[in-house]
């Protein structure tokens, strides 16, 4: 068994997401899904076409992570475990759900 902890202290067996991390990750989620805490669309395209060009991006799913990478690109706190995009300002949708569509 390999344990790793990350800047945060959340710690991880194996390079596996923690129980507290999925429920972390569900939450901004559903979040970002209503409007609440979701990246803008230029954020969130940004994020998407980094992750399908990564060699870490597998049946979508981040192999470092372990993160569903279409819902995680979404929440605007979330950021690329391998560093290659950050957490941005969140936006106010108003209306719209966190992938554009109307309400």
């Known amino acids: 068994m390999k344990w790793r902890a990350d800047k945060d ?3 991880t067996i194996d390079g596996k997401p923690t129980v507290g ?3 972390r990750g569900v939450v ?3 979040q970002a899904a209503t409007g609440y805490g ?3 669309q230029q954020d969130y395209r940004a994020r998407w076409a980094i992750c399908t060009s990564c060699d870490q991006h597998d049946a979508g799913r ?3 992570c372990g993160c569903f990478t279409g819902a995680k690109v979404r929440v605007a706190r979330e950021e690329c475990p391998m560093g290659k995009w950050l957490a941005v300002a969140a936006v106010t949708t108003e209306g719209q759900s966190c992938c554009g569509k109307s309400r």
Request: with cysteine.
């Open 9 to 11: 202290g959340n710690v």
């Open 21 to 23: 991390d999925v429920i």
């Open 28 to 30: 901004g989620v559903a």
């Open 38 to 40: 979701a990246a803008s």
């Open 62 to 64: 981040c192999l470092s």
